[in-house]
């Protein structure tokens, strides 16, 4: 891929309501790109036409991994703190299993930050 490639994908990406933080990006022809999510769920979409180009999703990338960290931090949301906590641990669920990430309505408190530790992902709160 080249610079041009980026950018297209990254204006995709943002379309779709998705961080190119966690997906992998493959042109398998000229104007025509797979973008592969990092999720535990595993499926693809029809493909999408944009610019003239035609992007297909394909989640599931890392999904052992990703269902791994999942089930793990939804054992772990069983002994949250308060319901702040419980909610924080549901989006990011959310995001483990479908990778969409959505601005919500009326976003949640950012947690000390040492409630959290790294899992190999990137997420942030609106």
């Known amino acids: 891929c080249e610079e041009a490639d980026s950018q297209l994908s990254t204006q995709f990406l943002n379309s779709q309501g998705l961080s190119p933080y966690n997906t992998r990006l493959f042109k398998t022809a000229d104007k025509t790109y797979v973008v592969k999510v990092a999720s535990s769920d595993k499926k693809k979409s029809d493909p999408i036409e944009m610019d003239g180009n035609t992007f297909q999703l394909e989640y599931g990338d890392y999904s052992p991994l990703m269902k791994r960290i999942a089930d793990n931090l939804k054992l772990a949301s069983d002994n949250a703190a308060d319901a702040t906590q419980k909610k924080h641990a549901a989006r990011i669920l959310q995001i483990l299993y479908t990778r969409k990430y959505r601005r919500a309505q009326g976003g949640l408190p950012l947690l000390d930050p040492r409630c959290w530790s ?8 609106y």
């Not at 790294?118 to 709160?125: C, D, K, L, Q, R």
């Open 118 to 125: 790294y899992s190999g992902i990137i997420h942030w709160f």
